[in-house]
């Protein structure tokens, strides 16, 4: 199987009133986050069964050929590639083993190398915790942990807002491992970002780490900082405290007058 092959059956799925659909719902219009991107009209269930049912064996080099085509289904079936063969890496038995070790670490530079092709929420939010977050927890020749903070710290300051979603939604699976600093780290250098995605996925990582890690933890970060949160943030991070807690929050910070 080639990629050229994957690209020619999943253009011939497209759907027309489906793709209509996702250009409205990915914000595809004229001034919008996802401004020019075109759509086929695949749902995500229809991209995970190519990849399981056509690009298992996909060599790996073939892979760019998906991250940069035109196509946003055909890009996210490239970065579910990515996760695939990463998470084959990934398991408990293969940890530690060299050869895995080097092959995660390929795939790790490529996701970053091609990182501006995940060019919408869904690209990075299905994707960048399996790989990358999941790297951040294994040993790696790329560096060690002050090396992979630089890593995050470089997407967190660049230009693109899909590199910085990257940088807070990747600790979605550091916070199921139990480790909470990645997402305190990203959380407080996002406290101000200007676009309402950034809110919600750190308000949603806060909330995650929270329910993962420790809800003292996220009372901790809420009593330094709820007065300073965007209201969306703040309104996803205590999503899963009961009305009598959010109430509080929201009296704390100022926003009860804005719900």
């Not at 998470?87 to 990182?115: C, F, G, S």
């Not at 994707?127 to 951040?136: P, Y």
């Not at 991070?237 to 009860?256: C, F, V």
């Amino acid at each position: 199987m080639t990629a050229k092959e994957i690209i020619t059956y999943m253009e011939s799925q497209q759907n027309e009133e489906q793709r209509k659909i996702l250009m409205r719902f990915f914000k595809t219009g004229p001034g919008e986050y996802g401004e020019g991107d075109e759509f086929l009209g695949l749902k995500v269930p229809q991209t995970r069964e190519v990849v399981k049912s056509m690009a298992q064996d996909l060599v790996l080099s073939e892979v760019p050929a998906l991250l940069m085509n035109r196509w946003h289904e055909v890009r996210l079936c490239g970065f579910l590639i990515l996760v695939a063969k990463f998470e084959k890496l990934a398991t408990k038995r293969l940890e530690n083993n060299p050869d895995a070790i080097a092959k995660r670490d390929e795939i790790v530079t490529m996701y970053l190398q091609y990182a501006e092709q995940a060019n919408n929420w869904d690209l990075v939010d299905l994707s960048v915790h399996k790989i990358l977050g999941h790297w951040l927890l294994l040993p790696s020749n790329l560096g060690d942990k002050n090396y992979k903070i630089k890593v995050l710290d470089n997407l967190a300051a660049s230009d693109c807002l899909w590199k910085q979603r990257m940088s807070i939604v990747c600790s979605w699976k550091t916070s199921q491992q139990g480790d909470p600093s990645w997402c305190l780290r990203y959380a407080e250098i996002h406290l101000h970002h200007p676009h309402d995605l950034m809110h919600k996925a750190v308000g949603w990582m806060l909330r995650e780490m929270g329910k993962r890690v420790s809800m003292d933890l996220l009372r901790d970060f809420l009593r330094q900082h709820a007065h300073e949160m965007p209201r969306t943030m703040l309104r996803y991070a205590i999503e899963k405290m009961s009305d009598r807690e959010r109430q509080e929050w929201l009296q704390k910070s100022g926003h009860h007058f804005l719900c």
